[in-house]
């Protein structure tokens, strides 16, 4: 349930199911997480919901590899990747299944 409200911009909803004890970290059968397709669709106030959360991984990987980061720079969204790259425990050396890395 939790990954279909990252999928819309919902962000209130997003708030209520953190503030309810939801897995901020559940995947989809892609490996997705609420954080990847928070990033994934651009929905800045999801993500920064996200974020805020202590159990939130920034780091996790998808089934191609991909963090976060990586989909954030793909969809070139500019305040995505400032947002992660200020969140503090975001790798930049993490690779992908193509061996790239968010920045290269």
């Given at each position: 349930m939790f990954l279909s409200f990252t999928l819309s911009d919902q962000p209130h909803a997003v708030e209520i199911l953190i503030s309810r004890g939801s897995e901020v970290n559940p995947r989809d059968k892609y490996g997705q997480t609420p954080l990847h397709l928070a990033c994934y669709n651009g929905?800045?106030?999801?993500?920064?919901?996200l974020l805020?959360?202590?159990?939130?991984?920034?780091?996790?990987?998808?089934?191609?590899?991909?963090t976060p980061l990586h989909v954030a720079v793909q969809k070139?969204?500019?305040?995505l990747v400032s947002?992660?790259?200020?969140?503090?425990?975001?790798?930049?050396?993490i690779q992908n299944n193509q061996k790239r890395t968010p920045i290269a």
């Open positions: 929905y800045l106030h999801t993500v920064e919901l805020g959360h202590n159990g939130i991984d920034a780091n996790v990987l998808n089934n191609k590899c991909d070139r969204n500019n305040e947002l992660l790259l200020n969140q503090g425990s975001v790798q930049l050396d």
